[in-house]
Every structure is written in C-alpha cells, then in structure tokens.
C-alpha cells in the first residue's frame, strides 16, 4: 500500500492494520466498525454512488478491501446493496485465502436487515451461493436484537458500510465501536440530507483520533467512538 502514516508518529502502516480487529469485543454484540466516504463538504453520494467519491482518494478501495478482510460480516442498508450492485464479498481466491490463514471463515457474511421485510431483487450478491448471507426482516431486523444473534453465532467484528439512514441509526443507540472515515479532495455540493448520518443527530458525539493516513491527497482516519459497554 502506498499510504502514508500521519499519526500516530512512529507506528508502521502493518502495524495500524494489524489493530483493525480488537482484542476484546462486547459481550452482547459485535464489535461494530463502519466505513464511510465523504467529500470536503460533507457530500457521501454522486448519483446515488458512494464510489464515484473513492475515486477522488486513491487509498479508499485499499482500506475498502482491508477492512471487509479483517471482518466477520458485512452489513450494508437495502438501498446501498442496490444500488452499489454487491457481489461477494471477498471476491479473490487469494483474499479468501489470507482469511483462512489468519484463523477466519474464508467468507464473510452478508449482513441484510429489513424492517419491512422488502429485500432487493437482482443483487448479485443475494443471487450467489458461495456467498454465506443472514438476513433479518421486521422485529428481528431491530439491531440490538440482530446484533446479540450475530454475536450468539460467533460474529465478533461486523463492518457496517452504510448508507446513511443505517449508519446515522446505528450511531444514534451507540452500537457502533470505530469509525472508518476517508475525506476525499473535492466538493460534492450534494443535498444537506446526503451528509454522513442521513440529517442532524439527536446529540453531539465524542469520538477520539486513531489513526491518520494520506495518499494522492485523501486523508483517511479511524476515530473510536467514546462509549463503553460489558466485556469479554
């Protein structure tokens, strides 16, 4: 990886990677990361994509592999999978490879909750059988119900990546653990409800600075989220 290590000073690039997955994990859930891109100004969409974005940051599909690499399971909103087309998740042999040596399941799971029980059609990656999937729909689709029978099953990190409704949701009853933020060097000039938590959060939240990384002019950051829960 061509990224650059801004901060923390001292500490390599393999080193910072190798932190992604923690020690500890709560009890009652997963350890909750998510993954987001924004623009200068706040923007997370072009044309309904988050990609067009990551396109303007070179690290992003870097940190983008890296991070659904190090997770047990991915969970992403209904309209993202649609309209982002998901495929499997871990899409090269060799990728699937590396988890394995590392201890985890070749694959990770599809994460879908859908409170109305509408799942989108024509997704590639609900369409393919190699690819492991656990979807909750109506009461069970309630996070903090999906999530302790995730961890009940052995999911100890889930990535989250989005959209903005799922995320600003997940923030707003404090399940998410790390965030993963790449501001990419341009402005997107979107509408106020395509910001980062999908419009304004019920009340400020204190996060901390992890770690900060450069490359072609992206800044990339993981920030902890200041809230602490039972541990095991």
């Given at each position: 990886?061509?990224?650059?290590?801004?901060?923390?000073?001292?500490?390599?690039?393999?080193?910072?990677?190798g932190?992604?997955?923690?020690?500890?994990?709560?009890?009652?859930?997963?350890?909750?990361?998510?993954?987001?891109?924004?623009?200068?100004?706040?923007?997370?969409?072009?044309?309904?994509?988050?990609?067009?974005?990551?396109?303007?940051?070179?690290?992003?599909?870097?940190?983008?592999?890296?991070?659904r690499?190090?997770?047990?399971?991915?969970?992403?909103?209904t309209?993202?999978?649609?309209?982002?087309?998901?495929?499997?998740?871990i899409?090269?042999?060799?990728?699937?490879?590396a988890?394995?040596?590392?201890?985890?399941?070749?694959?990770?799971?599809?994460?879908?909750?859908?409170?109305?029980?509408?799942?989108?059609?024509?997704?590639?990656?609900?369409?393919?059988?190699?690819?492991?999937?656990?979807?909750?729909?109506?009461?069970?689709a309630?996070?903090?119900?999906?999530?302790?029978?995730?961890?009940?099953?052995?999911?100890r990190?889930?990535?989250?990546?989005?959209?903005?409704?799922?995320?600003?949701?997940?923030?707003?009853r404090?399940?998410?653990?790390?965030?993963?933020?790449?501001?990419?060097?341009?402005?997107?000039?979107?509408?106020?409800?395509?910001?980062?938590?999908?419009?304004?959060?019920?009340?400020?939240?204190?996060?901390?600075?992890?770690?900060?990384?450069?490359?072609?002019?992206?800044?990339?950051?993981?920030?902890?989220?200041?809230?602490?829960?039972?541990?095991?």
């Amino acid at each position: 990886m061509d990224l650059r290590v801004l901060h923390p000073a001292g500490v390599s690039l393999d080193e910072l990677v190798g932190a992604i997955r923690p020690v500890h994990v709560p009890a009652d859930r997963p350890y909750v990361i998510a993954n987001m891109v924004t623009t200068l100004d706040g923007t997370i969409a072009v044309d309904g994509e988050s990609g067009t974005i990551g396109r303007h940051a070179p690290g992003d599909r870097t940190l983008f592999r890296v991070l659904r690499d190090a997770s047990d399971a991915v969970l992403a909103g209904t309209g993202t999978i649609a309209a982002e087309g998901y495929r499997r998740l871990i899409a090269t042999p060799e990728r699937r490879a590396a988890r394995a040596a590392a201890g985890l399941e070749e694959d990770a799971v599809a994460v879908v909750l859908s409170r109305s029980g509408r799942i989108p059609e024509g997704v590639p990656m609900l369409d393919d059988p190699a690819q492991p999937v656990r979807t909750f729909v109506g009461e069970e689709a309630d996070p903090v119900r999906a999530f302790a029978e995730l961890r009940a099953e052995g999911i100890r990190v889930l990535l989250c990546e989005g959209g903005p409704s799922l995320l600003g949701d997940l923030v707003r009853r404090d399940l998410i653990d790390d965030l993963y933020l790449t501001i990419a060097p341009v402005l997107g000039g979107g509408a106020p409800e395509r910001t980062l938590l999908g419009g304004t959060p019920d009340h400020p939240r204190t996060v901390e600075l992890r770690w900060l990384l450069e490359q072609g002019g992206g800044l990339h950051a993981r920030y902890a989220m200041l809230a602490a829960g039972p541990q095991s």
